[in-house]
Nanobody, 129 residues
Framework: QVQPVESGGGVVQAGGSLRLSCVAS????????MVWFRQPPGKEREFVAA????????KYRDSVKGRFSISRDNAKNTMYLQMNSLKPEDTAVYYC??????????????????????WGQGTQVTVSS
């Protein structure tokens, strides 16, 4: 089973940037779709971005389109989330997770947490105004 570990969170001013990393161990993620979710204070976990196993298809929540970019390096068993033009409403704990099914099509990238089964512990991102 995939065991992901997130890093790269921190405190940044509005308009700043952060790059999150998700390093996986346990098995290769090269055949698995991967996802970023976040949980803002006092709110439920919400979808942020997903990427196909091959890296050639992505999906984003509307509020981060044009500001966030998801990518992956299968040779390093690692996924990334580049976050630019950060806003206070991006403040949350960010989690990465993997899809249990292999070779999912890009059009089938899931946006619900129940579709993913291997979760990291999260990394805190705080954006100050």
């Amino acid at each position: 089973q995939v065991q992901p570990v997130e890093s790269g969170g921190g405190v940044v001013q509005a308009g700043g940037s952060l790059r999150l990393s998700c390093v996986a161990s346990g098995r290769t993620i090269s055949t698995l779709a991967m996802v970023w979710f976040r949980q803002p204070p006092g709110k439920e976990r919400e979808f942020v971005a997903a990427i196909k196993w091959s890296g050639d298809a992505t999906k984003y929540r509307d509020s981060v389109k044009g500001r966030f970019s998801i990518s992956r390096d299968n040779a390093k068993n690692t996924m990334y989330l580049q976050m630019n033009s950060l806003k206070p409403e991006d403040t949350a704990v960010y989690y990465c997770a993997s899809e249990p099914r292999t070779f999912m099509r890009g059009e089938d990238l899931a946006i619900t947490a129940a579709d993913y089964d291997s979760w990291g512990q999260g990394t805190q991102v705080t954006v100050s105004s």
